[in-house]
């Protein structure tokens, strides 16, 4: 167990619609990112969260967005869903700026039918 | 702008036997490597990972990978493959500096014969 939670573990919903994904960092983190996997991109880094402040941005599509609250827990916003979306949504945490371990939650799957 | 490639999407050894899992890096600065593991429906777990000190890196559950710079390769060994490692292997890269962003690798799936 990473100390990493997410919420749902599974997530089926229709194209068009919009979904949150949940995640709570290990305690004492700061850094919260996010990513997506799927069998023909692989596991792609969406956005990176620190302490509030977004601090990296990777392959996110702009239908998608996070935050990261003061409690220190990230959200992840998808919308006008597509079929294409359907993937396994990661969220790792990791102590900061400049420490690169990062801890994986167990994910959230996304169906989108 | 860093780059990961493994080696074989898949591999197969027997039970016992050596584990090699290749990968090669690019990247512009001395990156931090790591290697992380996803077990059948789980998320990754960190193996292990260099950041400049030795380049004989050991790590959990008997694996271990070196850093050659001339090679630019950060390979993962295991001496005796049991069962249990059968799983999806990813190499990553980051520079520490500019941000905390990971690169990972396509994976590699490992395959255990009995």
């Keep these: 167990d990473s100390g990493v939670t997410q919420t749902p573990k599974h997530l089926i919903t229709a194209t068009g619609q919009r979904v949150t994904l949940r995640c709570s960092p290990r305690s004492g983190d700061l850094s919260v990112y996010w990513y997506q996997q799927s069998l023909d991109q692989g596991l792609q880094f969406l956005i990176q969260y620190y302490n509030g402040e977004e601090r990296a941005k990777g392959n996110i599509l702009e239908r998608f967005s996070a935050q990261q609250f003061p409690d220190l827990h990230s959200e992840l916003n998808l919308s006008s869903l597509e079929l294409g979306d359907s993937a396994l949504y990661f969220c790792a945490s990791s102590v900061g700026q400049g420490s690169n371990t990062q801890y994986f939650g167990p994910g959230t799957r996304l169906t989108v039918l | ?114």
């Design chain 2, 1 to 114: 702008a860093q780059s990961v490639t493994q080696l074989g999407s898949h591999v197969s050894v027997s039970e016992g036997a050596l584990v090699l899992l290749r990968c090669n890096y690019s990247s512009s600065v001395p990156p931090y490597l790591f290697w992380y593991v996803q077990y059948p429906n789980q998320g990754l777990q960190l193996l292990l990972k260099y950041t400049s000190a030795a380049t004989l890196v050991k790590g959990i559950n008997d694996f271990e990978a070196e850093f050659k710079k001339s090679e630019t390769s950060f390979h993962l060994t295991k001496p005796s493959a049991h069962m249990s490692d059968a799983a999806e292997y990813f190499c990553a890269v980051s520079d520490l500096g500019r941000d905390d962003k990971i690169i990972f690798g396509k994976g590699t799936r490992l395959h255990i014969l009995p």
